[in-house]
Every structure is written in C-alpha cells, then in structure tokens.
C-alpha cells in the first residue's frame, strides 16, 4: 500500500489532513475515489448500526422509566391506601355533615403519597380522620409544614404535650408554661432549650412570651381538661411586703406612691418605706406567667398527641409559681 492510500485509509484524520485531501482531490482522486466510497459505505454502516444501537437504548430507556414510574405510583398508591385504612381506625362515632374541601383532598394525596414511615403515615391518617370529622380543622398551612416535618422531630414535638395548656380566650391556643423549676424538670426527658428553639425554627411554637395576671382579674387555664385559676398571692406578698401590703391595703392599691418616706408619714401617718411599698404595689399587679405559645398549625397539630398530663410537673409548676406570687388552684 502507498503512503497515500495508507494516509487516506486513516480512520480519524485531523482537519489539517481532511484540508489536504480536499486541496488534491482531483489530481489523485483516481487513488481516493475507491477510499472514499469505501469509507462512505463503512460510515453508513456504522451509522446504521449505531442508530440500531441507538433504538435499542432508547427502548431500554423508556423500560426503565416506564418500570421506575409504575413503581414509584404503585408505591404511592400503597401509601395512600394505607393511610386511608389506618384513618377508619381514629374516626369518632358521629362526624359533622359538612363536606371535606376538595382542594383539601388533592393538597393531602398529594403531600402524604410520599411517606412510608409508620409513624408519619399514622400522623396523616389521624388528620385526615380528623378533617373528616371536622372540615376546616387542618388548614393548608399545617399541610405543607407537616410534609417537611421528618420523624425525629415529630418525636420532638410529642415529648412537649404533656406539657401543654389551653387558654379558654383562644379557643384552639395551645401554650407550655415554665419556671427554671420545671425547665429543670423537663430537661430530665430531653427537652432542652435548644429543642424549643428548634421547634420554633420549623413553625411550631413561638418563644419567650408572656401572660399578665391582675390582681382584680385572675385567667382560667385547663391543663388536659382540667380547669385551673391562676390569681395573685395576696398572702404571698403580705409576707414578703408586710408593711409595704399593710399600708396598700388600708389605702388604695392604685394610689400613687409618694415620692419619700416623709411624704408617706405625712400624709398617711405610716412609717413604711418608699421602697416597700412600690415592692409590694409592683407585686400586686404585675405578676407575668412566661410561656412558650403554639402556632396554629402547633395547636392543631398537638390535638393528635394523645398525651396524658404529668402530675409531676403539675405541681413542679404549681410550687414554684408561689416563689413569684402567683396561686394555682384547681376550679370545680
């Protein structure tokens, strides 16, 4: 073979060679043109089989999606049926009459075809056990939040509902009153600050708030259906302030508190203190419970807990109320 037919006979030439064999085509192109139709026949050929090759793996292709697909719905559709099943389990024995939103519908298939775990499955059939019972019970938002909600901090979030309160002015309001006392306590079962702060990061409960109690007005709270009112320590304070509450007492727990002790002597004839006696009127009417208080969709969501109370922290709490003037008593 000539060096020419072995240069035309190279299967990847570079361009500056295809250049060549362009430029002198015709004066040998008697040498190339069998080269040339060869070639052509064999990318022909190649390219014949590579577009067999090519069918072949698109059918594969589109088998495994198609084999990919059906798995993932029939996988759905397991999840689906299984958390409609294991919702007969938590219906109660009469159900409102009104209709489930149909956008509702779609929203929840849609959110809870995905999970397989146990214990999110039987989370989403207790919703929808509970919107069926209820329409309006759950709203889209608790929805989309209880998706990304994984397992770990579902846990985390049941361990605070024995924990909880109910304020009767919020219908659905759900709060976990703490002192550094049951803080303590709590932290025994692995509630630490951090797990509140996290719970709060994903939506849950709001941190760091407040209840006033006045004293001409105490609040009813019901901690698991139990009822219990929460007013200001007259007593408590009396032995903490006893001039301070001796002289608020006979006067007017409003009354601006002179300006000095001598003010006080002469206007009153009492001897007690400035000091005492803003104590005792600051003790009287500005006793705070602190709080961590739940979303709405924390609210709705602790309503399926199924806790039970915890008398241990029920009078941890109650104990170290009286530490700030604050009494607890259980209603009838």
Same mark, same amino acid.
């Given at each position: 073979?000539?060096?020419?037919?072995?240069?035309?006979?190279? @299967?990847?030439?570079?361009?500056?060679?295809?250049?060549?064999?362009?430029?002198?085509?015709?004066?040998?192109?008697?040498?190339?043109?069998?080269?040339?139709?060869?070639? #052509?026949?064999?990318?022909?050929?190649?390219?014949?089989?590579?577009?067999?090759?090519?069918?072949?793996?698109?059918?594969?292709?589109?088998?495994?999606?198609?084999?990919?697909?059906?798995?993932?719905?029939?996988?759905?559709?397991?999840?689906?049926?299984?958390?409609?099943?294991?919702?007969?389990?938590?219906?109660?024995?009469?159900?409102?009459?009104?209709?489930?939103?149909?956008?509702?519908?779609?929203?929840?298939?849609?959110?809870?075809?995905?999970?397989?775990?146990?214990?999110?499955?039987?989370?989403?059939?207790?919703?929808?056990?509970?919107?069926?019972?209820?329409?309006?019970?759950?709203?889209?938002?608790?929805?989309?939040?209880? @998706?990304?909600?994984?397992?770990?901090?579902?846990?985390?979030?049941?361990?605070?509902?024995?924990?909880?309160?109910?304020?009767?002015?919020?219908?659905?309001?759900?709060?976990?009153?703490?002192?550094?006392?049951? @803080?303590?306590?709590?932290?025994?079962?692995?509630?630490?600050?951090?797990?509140?702060?996290?719970?709060?990061?994903?939506?849950?409960?709001?941190?760091?708030?407040?209840?006033?109690? #006045?004293?001409?007005?105490?609040?009813?709270?019901?901690?698991?259906?139990?009822?219990?009112?929460?007013?200001?320590?007259?007593?408590?304070?009396?032995?903490?302030?006893?001039?301070?509450?001796?002289?608020?007492?006979?006067?007017?727990?409003?009354?601006?508190?002179?300006?000095?002790?001598?003010?006080?002597?002469? @206007?009153?004839?009492?001897?007690?203190?400035?000091?005492?006696?803003?104590?005792?009127?600051?003790?009287?009417?500005?006793?705070?419970?602190?709080?961590?208080?739940?979303?709405?969709?924390?609210?709705?969501?602790?309503?399926?807990?199924?806790?039970?109370?915890?008398?241990?922290?029920?009078?941890?709490?109650?104990?170290?109320?009286?530490?700030?003037?604050?009494?607890?008593?259980?209603?009838?």
């Amino acid at each position: 073979m000539s060096d020419l037919n072995a240069l035309l006979d190279l @299967k990847g030439l570079t361009e500056p060679v295809s250049k060549l064999i362009d430029t002198v085509g015709s004066a040998v192109g008697v040498l190339y043109e069998p080269t040339r139709i060869r070639r #052509k026949a064999e990318a022909e050929s190649d390219a014949a089989l590579i577009s067999a090759h090519g069918q072949i793996e698109i059918q594969e292709l589109a088998a495994h999606a198609s084999e990919r697909l059906n798995a993932r719905e029939m996988r759905r559709q397991r999840n689906i049926e299984s958390v409609v099943v294991e919702s007969t389990h938590y219906l109660p024995n009469t159900v409102s009459k009104e209709g489930v939103d149909e956008d509702w519908i779609a929203q929840f298939f849609e959110h809870c075809q995905d999970v397989s775990n146990e214990q999110m499955r039987t989370l989403w059939a207790k919703i929808l056990a509970g919107e069926v019972a209820e329409p309006e019970s759950f709203s889209l938002r608790t929805l989309n939040l209880i @998706k990304l909600l994984s397992k770990t901090e579902a846990t985390l979030f049941s361990m605070i509902c024995p924990y909880l309160w109910s304020n009767e002015r919020e219908e659905s309001g759900e709060l976990h009153l703490y002192t550094p006392a049951t @803080k303590e306590l709590i932290t025994k079962v692995g509630l630490i600050d951090l797990a509140f702060i996290h719970l709060q990061s994903i939506g849950l409960i709001q941190l760091n708030t407040s209840m006033m109690i #006045k004293r001409e007005k105490p609040i009813t709270l019901f901690y698991h259906g139990k009822a219990y009112q929460f007013s200001v320590d007259e007593e408590s304070i009396a032995r903490q302030y006893p001039a301070g509450y001796s002289f608020l007492k006979r006067n007017e727990p409003n009354l601006n508190i002179p300006a000095s002790p001598f003010e006080l002597e002469e @206007k009153y004839g009492e001897t007690v203190s400035k000091v005492e006696a803003i104590y005792a009127k600051e003790a009287l009417h500005n006793r705070q419970l602190h709080a961590y208080i739940l979303t709405d969709s924390g609210s709705q969501l602790a309503h399926l807990s199924g806790a039970q109370s915890d008398g241990n922290y029920l009078a941890t709490l109650t104990n170290s109320l009286k530490e700030f003037h604050i009494k607890v008593e259980a209603e009838n």
